[in-house]
C-alpha cells in the first residue's frame, strides 16, 4: 500500500512519475497527471536542479488507489529551440475538459532551465489518455507565469491562476470559451506576499486557495486564503496544516485540490532535490468550515468524517 509522504508504485509495481500533478475525476475514472522526472538530477548552469524534460505522464485510477500507467500522454520534442525540447523546463500540469469542444486541455509552466522565461504553454487532446498536442506558449495578459493551476468556477469559466512578477503576487488570468487563450480579463491577488504552488477549491460560498512560500524545492509553511468572489477580495488567513511537521507542509509542497464523494483532497509533493524522480506524494484530506480550514497528517485511503 503506498504510504503519504513516500515514493508511490502503480500497478505494475514501479514508481509513479506523476510530480506536480493534478488528479482529474472524468466519467467512472480518475486520471492523475504530472511531471515524468524518471532521469538523473543535474544542475543546470544557472545553478538550478533540474531533470531534464521527458515527458507528461498519466495514470489512471477507478478507486483513487490503484494507479494504471497510461504512459506519457505529452512526450518532450525532439528539436531544439521547442518549448518541450529536454533541455526546458516543463512543470504542474494541469487538465481540465472542455465540454463545448470534446476537447482534454492541459496548461503548464514552461520555461528555460534558468526558469527566466516563465510562460504558460497549452496543449490539447481528444481523450484523457491522450496523446496530447503541444499548441504554444504565451506570457498571460503580458504578465510572467511560473507555479500555475487551473480552476473551473461555477459558471464553467476557466482560469489559470499563475505565480507572477517574479513570485511576488498571484495573478488570476480569465480562459477563453475554448479554454485555450486569455479573455484578458486578469487580476492580481496576494501581491508581495511570494506565494506558490496555488490550489484552488470552491466550498459552500467560499474560494480556498493553498499555496507553499517561495523556496526551491525545500519544504516551508503553507498558508491558505478565502474570498467570497475568485477575482478579488484574497485575505491569506493560516496554515491549515496539524500535526507533526506542520510549519513544513509534512515536508512536502501542495500542488491540486480535488474532489472525491463529496470530499477534497490535497495532493503534496515530498520533492528530494537530490533525487527528483525519488519525490514521493501524499493525498490528505481537506476540511473546510467558513473561514477555518484544516489539513491533518493522515495515511491514504481513510475515512473521512465531514
Ligand atoms: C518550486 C516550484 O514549486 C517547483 O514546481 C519547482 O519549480 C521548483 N520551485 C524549482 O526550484
Known sequence: ????????????G????????????????????????????????????????IGISCYSSKNCIDWKNEGIVLPASSAPG???????????????????????????????????????????ADAPTGPFTYLYSDIPNRS???????????DQRVYLIHSSDWNKTLRISQLTDDYLHFTGVCT????EQER????????????????????????????????????????LIDNPCEGKNYR?????QSTFVFEKDGHFYLMLDHWKPENLKASGYSILPVTADGMDLRIPFTEYPFQQTK
Open 82 to 124: 521547442s518549448d518541450l525540447y529536454r533541455d526546458m523546463v516543463c512543470e504542474r500540469p494541469k487538465v481540465i475538459y472542455n465540454q463545448k469542444t470534446g476537447k482534454f486541455v492541459m496548461w503548464m509552466h514552461i520555461d528555460t532551465p534558468d526558469y527566466r522565461s516563465a510562460r504558460a504553454g497549452v496543449a490539447t
Open 14 to 53: 514501479n514508481p509513479i512519475q506523476a510530480h506536480g500533478g493534478m488528479i482529474l475525476p472524468h466519467g467512472d475514472t480518475y486520471y492523475w497527471y504530472g511531471e515524468n522526472k524518471n532521469g538523473p538530477t543535474s544542475l543546470a548552469p544557472s545553478g538550478d536542479i533540474r531533470v531534464d524534460f
Open 144 to 154: 510572467d507565469c511560473r507555479d500555475m493551476t487551473l480552476f473551473q468556477d461555477l
Open 1 to 12: 500500500m503506498n504510504k503519504n509522504g513516500t515514493l508511490w508504485y502503480d500497478t505494475d
Open 248 to 252: 513544513k507542509t509534512f515536508y512536502g
Open 188 to 191: 492580481k491577488i496576494f501581491p
Open 196 to 235: 506558490e504552488a496555488p490550489a484552488v477549491f470552491y466550498h459552500q460560498g467560499l474560494y480556498y486557495m493553498i499555496t507553499s512560500g517561495c523556496t526551491g524545492w525545500d519544504a516551508n509553511s503553507a498558508l491558505y486564503g478565502i474570498s467570497s468572489n475568485l477575482l478579488t477580495g484574497w485575505k
